[in-house]
């Protein structure tokens, strides 16, 4: 646990000012990865300076959040200085769609793992209809939202299924934690661990 803490404290030294900043504009994207974030960040206060108390569960929840968040902000980060050339403004007149783009290949994932039906040919071409809108910075459809609901719909073969994803748990870990998404929280990184 000591060393998933110490990578946390790296990563959030790492990514802190871009999270602020997305929560400054209250980007679709701090919205999006609010519930991990705030759940890492209470688990790593409660933690960092405790060498009993900790479960393999604990240790689990920080693992999956940390790997997803770094994964999540690389590909964020890669669009913000390759897409954008760092136009942060820019960056977040796109932020909705690659949202979107995030939580289809979230989906794609759990269809995998989860051994569910899907068309995967479309499923690919949704997800490069929102790469392309995103990469040439095209004009976003006003009912891109519906668009895309309209997509997964059909090209989920199951009709009973109902998506969990990593966004969806953390949200009921901060509800067992009694993490309020309400509530402003001040994030100070620490000494060092």
Not at 73 to 82: A, H, L, Q, S
Not at 184 to 190: F, L, P, Q, S
Request: hydrophobic share 35%; glycine share 4%.
């Amino acid at each position: 646990m000591e060393k998933l803490l110490k990578e946390y404290h790296g990563w959030l030294s790492d990514n802190k000012d871009f999270y602020e900043h997305l929560k400054g504009h209250e980007s679709a994207l701090y919205h999006r990865f609010q519930p991990v974030y705030d759940v890492l960040y209470y688990l790593y206060e409660e933690y960092k300076n405790k060498t009993e108390d900790k479960t393999e569960d604990i240790e689990k929840i920080f693992q999956v959040g940390l790997e997803y968040l770094h994964m999540q902000f690389f590909t964020c980060n890669i669009y913000y200085n390759k897409t954008f050339g760092k136009d942060f403004h820019l960056f977040l007149d796109y932020d909705q769609v690659i949202s979107y783009s995030l939580f289809v290949e979230d989906l794609k994932y759990e269809l995998v793992e989860k051994s569910i039906d899907y068309d995967e040919d479309e499923l690919n071409k949704l997800s490069e209809y929102l790469d392309d809108i995103i990469e040439n910075k095209k004009d976003i459809p006003d009912n891109l939202n519906l668009y895309v609901d309209s997509k997964i719909h059909k090209i989920i073969k199951a009709d009973d299924y109902h998506f969990t994803g990593i966004i969806d748990i953390f949200v009921e870990i901060a509800d067992a934690l009694g993490l309020s998404f309400d509530e402003d929280m001040d994030y100070i990184i620490g000494e060092e661990l």
